[in-house]
């Protein structure tokens, strides 16, 4: 059932460089004080990282935080899912107030069926692939999803190295989307920084989440967003 608070992706123009600071790079103990200051600080979305230790070999955080946290922003929560059953969890993570929700074309069950589960919540939907995973993986499911997210770092950790040989998928991925005609967002996570911005931007990209260019500088938010946003 559709909830009018809900802030679907799909109400933010995906031509639009939008910036979204991923909360697995803030301070737990302190989660929604770094929300409302991503907020604060230009952020256009909050990028939610869930880890089962089985999909990724980490665990990160579940519904509850996702509840605690989502009255510290207005801001669209989206909820990327590394887990290898997803759709065991979509009900709870809408619940809990995700506005739009990303699942793996890697992880296990029908990939068709939980985007539709996703959606019939009234939120947006989104496919991730790994880096080894080919851009063609995606073809099946174009008119099921409104984001695609590319990783850009071996899903599981923040704080690690940017891989360049991404570009050229996040270039094809682009070109499959304007095919396409349909309004989807290019999404990148992991080693997104300032140098690495404008690398991703120039190849298609318009959504990047950034954990720790965002978060490492106590009190430098607005900065390190702004930086991100205009990188050239
Ligand atoms: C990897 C995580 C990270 C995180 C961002 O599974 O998804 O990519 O969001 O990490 P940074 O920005 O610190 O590389
Ligand atoms: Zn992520």
């Given at each position: 059932?559709?909830?009018?608070?809900?802030?679907?992706?799909?109400?933010?123009d995906?031509?639009?460089?939008?910036?979204?600071?991923s909360?697995?790079?803030?301070?737990f103990a302190?989660?929604?004080?770094d929300?409302?200051?991503a907020e604060?600080?230009?952020?256009?979305?909050?990028?939610?990282?869930?880890?089962?230790?089985?999909?990724?070999?980490?665990?990160s955080?579940?519904?509850?935080?996702?509840?605690?946290?989502?009255?510290?922003?207005?801001?669209?929560?989206?909820?990327?899912?590394?887990?290898?059953?997803?759709?065991?969890?979509?009900?709870?993570?809408?619940d809990?107030?995700?506005?739009?929700i990303?699942?793996?074309?890697?992880?296990?069950?029908?990939?068709?069926?939980?985007?539709?589960?996703?959606?019939?919540?009234?939120c947006?939907?989104?496919?991730?692939?790994?880096?080894?995973?080919?851009?063609?993986?995606l073809?099946?499911?174009?008119?099921?999803?409104?984001l695609?997210?590319?990783?850009t770092?071996?899903?599981?950790?923040?704080?690690?190295?940017?891989?360049?040989?991404?570009?050229?998928?996040i270039?094809?991925?682009?070109?499959?989307?304007?095919?396409s005609?349909?309004?989807?967002h290019?999404?990148?996570?992991?080693?997104?920084?300032?140098?690495?911005?404008m690398?991703?931007?120039?190849?298609?990209?318009n959504?990047?989440?950034?954990?720790?260019?965002?978060f490492?500088?106590?009190?430098?938010?607005?900065e390190?967003?702004?930086?991100?946003?205009?990188?050239?």
């Amino acid at each position: 059932m559709a909830n009018p608070k809900r802030k679907p992706l799909t109400s933010l123009d995906c031509r639009k460089t939008l910036i979204a600071p991923s909360i697995l790079a803030a301070d737990f103990a302190n989660l929604g004080a770094d929300v409302k200051a991503a907020e604060a600080g230009g952020a256009d979305v909050i990028h939610v990282d869930v880890m089962d230790g089985h999909f990724v070999p980490n665990l990160s955080l579940g519904p509850g935080i996702v509840k605690a946290i989502r009255g510290y922003s207005s801001l669209p929560f989206d909820v990327h899912l590394m887990l290898s059953q997803p759709s065991r969890y979509i009900d709870a993570f809408v619940d809990a107030g995700a506005d739009h929700i990303t699942i793996h074309v890697e992880s296990e069950g029908a990939v068709a069926c939980t985007l539709e589960q996703i959606r019939s919540h009234g939120c947006s939907t989104g496919l991730s692939l790994r880096p080894g995973t080919p851009a063609s993986s995606l073809a099946p499911y174009l008119n099921w999803i409104d984001l695609i997210l590319v990783m850009t770092v071996e899903p599981g950790f923040g704080g690690q190295s940017f891989m360049a040989e991404q570009l050229e998928k996040i270039a094809e991925i682009r070109s499959l989307i304007d095919r396409s005609g349909r309004p989807i967002h290019l999404e990148v996570d992991g080693g997104i920084a300032r140098d690495t911005a404008m690398r991703v931007r120039k190849a298609g990209a318009n959504l990047l989440v950034a954990g720790s260019s965002v978060f490492r500088e106590k009190g430098k938010l607005a900065e390190a967003i702004s930086a991100l946003r205009s990188a050239q």
